[in-house]
Structures are given as structure tokens and as C-alpha cells.
């Protein structure tokens, strides 16, 4: 009898279909991000028992299931708080977390910097990246509303 073929991970080898089986679940967790998820759902998602799915979750993707929400979530704020005029709290329930202080203690721990700031640092960059380009330039492709307002 052939024995199947394991799938390598960071952390050992599963078996394909369970490795397909926890793909799923993960790919779950990034579409529905958003939502207020648990470990229940999760794993009914990759049809396992809770406590089975988070051992195997956590040896395929070094993380927990929780763990890797949270970083998608915190992703996603990244992007919100660079791309759109949302405020931090809108972001905050935007991205799936219930709580502002839970969100800007996690944003701060995982990014460095809290939220507020991290707004300010990426709208600075930007700037900095405007001035490098003549306005001559930008006047001529009109863009003008990137030039840097004269105070």
C-alpha cells in the first residue's frame, strides 16, 4: 500500500488533503477579515475540530489562526490609513476589531508606531516625494494639485 504524499511546512508535514483543508480555512480568514470571526467558524471552514485544526494550523503557518487574523487585519489598516480619509476609529471598525484601544495597542505593537502616527509618516513621505518633482512638470501634466500649498 502507497503511503501519501506529505506536504512540506515550515514546521513538519501534513498530509495534502489537510493541508488543503487548512488553506481553505486561511483563505477564509482573508476574505471575512472583517467580521468578528472565532475559532469555531474558522475550523468549519477546514472541517476539523477546533483544538485539532489550531495545532495543525499553527505547524503549517507558524502562527494561530488568531495570530494570523490579526496580522491580515492589521494589513488591511495599513492600507486603509494610507489610501483613504477614513479616521482611525472608522479603520478600526472598518478592518474587524470591536474595540479602538484594543486596535491601537495591537496597530502600535505590530506597525511600531500608532495609527495616528502612521498616517502622518506615510503622508509625510509623500510629500517628500512631491518635492522632488519639478512644478513645472507637474503643471504641465496637471497635476497640480500635488504641488506643496505655499503657507
Known sequence: MESPEYQPTQSGL??????????????FIDSSYQLPLDLEQISRAACLSRFHFLRLFRTAFNKTPHQYLTQRRIEKAKELLSSSRLTVTDVCFEVGFESLGSF????????GHPPITYRAQVYERRLQVRRKIPGCYLMMHGIASALPKAN
Open 14 to 27: 501534513l498530509k495534502p488533503d489537510t493541508y488543503q483543508r487548512l488553506v481553505r480555512a486561511r483563505e
Open 104 to 111: 491601537s495597542s495591537l496597530f502600535h505593537k505590530h506597525v
